[in-house]
T-cell receptor, first 114, second 112 residues
Framework: DAGVTQSPTHLIKTRGQQVTLRCSPK?????VSWYQQALGQGPQFIFQ???????QRGNFPDRFSGHQFPNYSSELNVNALLLGDSALYLC?????????????FGAGTRLSVL | DAKTTQPTSMDCAEGRAANLPCNHS???????VYWYRQIHSQGPQYIIH???NNETNEMASLIITEDRKSSTLILPHATLRDTAVYYC?????????????FGQGTILTVHP
C-alpha cells in the first residue's frame, strides 16, 4: 500500500514564476492538507481540501491556491514566486470518517526560489 | 488549538528511555494531545495521541497529567533511529480537523 506520494522531489524556480506541486494521498484517504516548512521551523498549515473544495485555510496569501481531483489527488499552485517561498512543501492525507485525525505525510517537495 | 511548550533539545543514551515533556496548560476539554516526529529530510510521522487516559502503542507511551496541563512522551528503549524533532500538538478536531499547528518541537539526539 503506497503512502502519500509527492512530486517533484526538488524544484528550482526564479522570482515571479509560477509552480505546481502534486500529491497523491494514501489509499482510502479523502482529505488532503498542504503545509509549508521553512528551514529550522515547524510545518505551517496552508489549506485543506475535502470533496474537491477548500475546507479550511491558514494564514497564506491568495498567491497560494490548490485543487483536489475526483480521485482525491491534489495540487498546490503558487503564483508570483518570492524568495521567501523557498521551503519544503508537505502534503498530508487523512480521512474525516476515521475519527482519529491522524495525518500521514509525504516526504515533501523542496522548492528553491532564486 | 492549545499552545504547547517543549524544550528546545534533549539528549538520550541509546537503549535508555527517552522522556519528552510538553506543557499545554491552556488545553480545552475536547482537545486531544498528538505527538509527531520528523526525521531529517522526511515528512512528519504520527506517533501517538490521547485525551486524558495514558496511551501505549508499538512506538511509544503517552502519559497525560490528571489536570491535562502537561504530558510526557516516552520512548522506552531509544535507538539511534529515534533521533528526530518531536512535536507535541493540541487539536480539538471539529472545524480544525486535519489542521495541525506545529511549534518548534524538541530536537532529540540519541547517542551511542
Amino acid at each position: 500500500d503506497a503512502g502519500v506520494t509527492q512530486s517533484p522531489t526538488h524544484l528550482i524556480k526564479t522570482r515571479g514564476q509560477q509552480v505546481t506541486l502534486r500529491c497523491s494521498p494514501k489509499s482510502g484517504h479523502d482529505t488532503v492538507s498542504w503545509y509549508q516548512q521553512a528551514l529550522g521551523q515547524g510545518p505551517q498549515f496552508i489549506f485543506q481540501y475535502y470533496e474537491e473544495e477548500e475546507r479550511q485555510r491558514g494564514n497564506f496569501p491568495d498567491r497560494f491556491s490548490g485543487h483536489q481531483f475526483p480521485n482525491y489527488s491534489s495540487e498546490l499552485n503558487v503564483n508570483a514566486l518570492l524568495l521567501g517561498d523557498s521551503a519544503l512543501y508537505l502534503c498530508a492525507s487523512t480521512t474525516l470518517t476515521g475519527g482519529k485525525n491522524i495525518q500521514y505525510f509525504g516526504a515533501g517537495t523542496r522548492l528553491s526560489v532564486l | 488549538d492549545a499552545k504547547t511548550t517543549q524544550p528546545t533539545s534533549m539528549d538520550c543514551a541509546e537503549g535508555r528511555a527517552a522522556n519528552l515533556p510538553c506543557n499545554h496548560s491552556t488545553i480545552s476539554g475536547n482537545e486531544y494531545v498528538y505527538w509527531y516526529r520528523q526525521i531529517h529530510s522526511q515528512g512528519p510521522q504520527y506517533i501517538i495521541h490521547g485525551l486524558k487516559n495514558n496511551e501505549t502503542n508499538e512506538m511509544a507511551s503517552l502519559i497525560i497529567t490528571e489536570d491535562r496541563k502537561s504530558s510526557t512522551l516516552i520512548l522506552p528503549h531509544a535507538t539511534l533511529r529515534d533521533t528526530a524533532v518531536y512535536y507535541c500538538i493540541g487539536n480539538a478536531g471539529g472545524t480544525s480537523y486535519g489542521k495541525l499547528t506545529f511549534g518548534q518541537g524538541t530536537i532529540l539526539t540519541v547517542h551511542p
